[in-house]
């Protein structure tokens, strides 16, 4: 019954930041497990960054350790700050949620059951 919406993608130079944005229809809260993904042409849908319902960092991808960061209000908005971007970061981003799921591992696409359109990520350099 939840409904995402991504925001704040957009083309940026090399060393640039963004910050995306995971609007839902309900509380955050009510979600087992969130996280991004991300996928470029020719290549996998990858996690990206994920957090569980009491605020914890799950897991980040090792290519964006130090650079992004995942967060969540207490009402209904996620949260990626992405600092420091380079072009290997060029890829569509995803918000996804898990609900009345268990997640054993929160890296795992199928886990997920409520997906949004997805924001578009450019790095030029």
């Known amino acids: 019954q939840e409904q995402l919406v991504e925001s704040g993608g957009g083309s940026v130079q090399t060393g640039g930041s963004l910050r995306l944005s995971c609007t839902t229809s309900?509380?955050?809260?009510?979600?087992?497990?969130m996280a991004w993904f991300r996928q470029a042409p020719g290549k996998e849908r990858e996690g990206v960054a994920g957090?569980?319902?009491?605020?914890?960092?799950t897991f980040y991808a090792d290519s964006v350790k130090g650079r992004f960061t995942i967060s969540q209000d207490n009402a209904n908005t996620l949260y990626l700050q992405m600092n420091n971007l380079q072009p290997e970061d060029t890829a569509t981003y995803y918000c996804?949620?898990?609900?009345?799921?268990?997640?054993?591992?929160?890296?795992?696409?199928?886990?997920?059951?409520?997906w949004g359109q997805g924001t578009q990520v450019t790095v030029s350099s």
């Open positions: 309900g509380n955050t809260y009510n979600a087992n497990s």
């Open positions: 996804a949620a898990a609900f009345g799921i268990a997640v054993l591992d929160p890296r795992i696409r199928d886990y997920y059951n409520t």
């Open positions: 957090i569980d319902h009491n605020g914890d960092v």
